[in-house]
């Protein structure tokens, strides 16, 4: 089974920190993705990656970047955490657009 | 582009009793279609997928969807829930011609299963 591993589940920063979220997987997937997820507003894409060192910006970027350094590694920043960015982060990876997506178990991220 | 349309929010019901949740979706190209299932505090988990072929596709957990072209839907439904079906569900599209490898999910349906 693929598994997407993110590293922390729960995360409590204090207004302007910087935040990296990890994201690794394990079975050579070419694309990956960062969603956050909001009560009454589903899924909002952050960030995707096609490629190493590639990204592309989705819905809603601004106050987020990404690095993709390694294949199986998606790195999600929060250059200066906001309150507004206390979120689910749900972290993805694909192999091709019929395969559909796999998942990580989330970070809930509380930022005080 | 693609959207999708889950058209209730929140569907309680009772345990045993059938349910269906309700996906529409917008396409000018042909789709792939996807369920979703996210249980409390976890991430999403794949439940089923339609591809080509039978539209009517069958998943885990003893759930099932039709695929309706004509009605442009994609409906799930289960003859008899379990109070460990309480979960939110998500409904999303892909392209079919695979340009790209997005999926535009809706806005989710949480399904609260009472005793």
């Known amino acids: 089974d693929v598994k997407v591993t993110q590293s922390s589940r729960y995360l409590v920063k204090r207004t302007g920190e910087k935040v990296f979220l990890e994201c690794v997987q394990d079975?050579?997937?070419?694309?990956m993705f960062w969603y956050r997820q909001d009560p009454g507003l589903g899924l909002r894409l952050i960030y995707f990656s096609y490629d190493v060192k590639m990204k592309e910006k989705g819905d809603i970027p601004e106050g987020y970047s990404v690095s993709r350094e390694k294949k199986e590694r998606f790195s999600l920043i929060l250059e200066s955490a906001s309150t507004n960015q206390t979120s689910m982060y749900l972290c993805?990876?694909?192999?091709?657009?019929?395969?559909?997506?796999?998942f990580g178990s989330g970070t809930r991220l509380t930022v005080v | 582009a693609q959207s999708v349309t889950q058209l209730d929010s929140q569907v309680p019901v009772f345990e045993e009793a059938p349910v269906e949740l309700r996906c529409n979706y917008s396409?000018?190209?042909?789709?792939?279609l996807f369920w979703y299932v996210q249980y409390p505090n976890q991430g999403l988990q794949l439940l089923l997928k339609?591809?080509?072929?039978?539209?009517l596709v069958k998943g885990i957990n003893g759930f099932e969807a039709e695929f309706n072209k004509s009605q442009t839907s994609f409906h799930l439904r289960k003859p008899s829930v379990h109070i460990s079906d309480t979960a939110e569900y998500f409904c999303a599209v892909t392209p079919g011609n695979n340009a790209g490898n997005m999926l535009t999910f809706g806005g989710g349906t949480r399904l609260m299963v009472k005793p």
């Open positions: 339609y591809l080509s072929g039978s539209t």
């Open positions: 396409s000018s190209v042909s789709v792939y």
């Open positions: 079975m050579d997937h070419e694309n």
């Open positions: 993805a990876s694909s192999l091709t657009g019929v395969s559909g997506y796999t």
